[in-house]
């Protein structure tokens, strides 16, 4: 016969794991529910439209040799829209807008005075910094997929679509097309989930959110700036924007997933660092709101 203690442990546990999962569908919720997120995704979405609008307004047909890789191939194929317009996001508009929601996670609760009323209930700290985590996580994967999908669809509008040539110079179908774009989809969530650690742990030093924001957009800006500078290249594998334009190889026959690994490795060690400041820092930290 069990003991009466884990017996009184059982419903216990079971009532910590149900909270938990009531909190993350709460954070998901209230996330994507927001009108900051909705304007953060339509601004995402309204680079591949306004892309796709000034090559059919202005196309010349000739290849000047500026301007985003597979921007002369737009005309050609309307895919190409979706790759033109991620190889713009990817450096600027993403690290922005996964900027603004990695900071206001536990800064934002903060701000609002909402803070102390979650870490009063069954949630716990520890667990809160997950469910925060994984909130921030979700809006990479769906930022990423906003721009992909208004991509695929003003393309598909304005060009036409076909057989997709590859960097490597093959030419695959449609639907292997849209298949390396979901690839490269996962490719680019990756590249962000460790800027997204950053701001977690930025947001835990501060009860301004828009300080937060700020502090995380401004260290992206800044490791892509020392990535450029040849002066520094031994720091340039460390730095956690290094591989973020690494999903050409999704675009390559055959496939090559060596970059994937580099760059999965690369932001692993970002979440786990960050993490664990965030740990550090929001475990022993003095909550007045």
């Not at 997950?130 to 909130?135: A, E, F, L, P, S």
């Not at 057989?163 to 989809?185: K, M, N, Y």
Request: charged share 10%; net charge neutral.
């Amino acid at each position: 016969m069990p003991s009466d203690a884990v017996v009184a442990a059982a419903p216990d546990t079971a009532e910590r794991t149900g909270s938990g999962w009531s909190l993350l569908w709460s954070e998901i919720s209230v996330l994507f529910r927001r009108w900051r997120t909705w304007a953060l995704l339509a601004a995402l979405a309204g680079v591949p439209i306004l892309i796709a609008v000034a090559v059919r307004i202005r196309d010349t047909g000739a290849n000047s040799g500026r301007g985003p890789q597979f921007l002369n191939e737009i005309t050609h194929n309307g895919l190409f829209v979706a790759f033109t317009a991620l190889v713009v996001c990817v450096p600027l508009f993403l690290p922005l807008t996964i900027g603004v929601v990695a900071g206001d996670t536990i800064a934002g609760e903060a701000s609002h005075g909402t803070l102390r009323y979650l870490l009063v209930g069954p949630a716990g700290r520890v667990r809160l910094l997950v469910v925060k985590y994984i909130g921030a996580a979700a809006f990479c994967v769906v930022g990423t997929l906003v721009v992909i999908a208004a991509g695929v669809l003003i393309g598909a509008a304005l060009f036409p679509i076909g057989p997709v040539p590859l960097l490597s110079g093959d030419t695959v179908s449609l639907g292997e097309a849209l298949f390396r774009l979901l690839l490269v989809a996962l490719y680019v969530t990756v590249s962000l989930l460790g800027l997204s650690a950053i701001g977690l742990f930025i947001s835990t030093l501060t009860d301004v959110p828009v300080g937060a924001m700020a502090a995380t957009i401004v260290l992206s800006i800044a490791s892509e700036v020392l990535d450029s500078l040849p002066q520094v290249d031994w720091l340039h594998p460390w730095l956690f924007s290094h591989y973020w334009l690494g999903f050409a190889d999704m675009l390559r026959q055959p496939l090559s997933w060596e970059s994937f690994g580099q760059n999965a490795l690369l932001q692993l060690g970002y979440i786990l660092v960050f993490g664990a400041l965030a740990f550090g820092r929001f475990t022993t930290k003095d909550i007045l709101s």
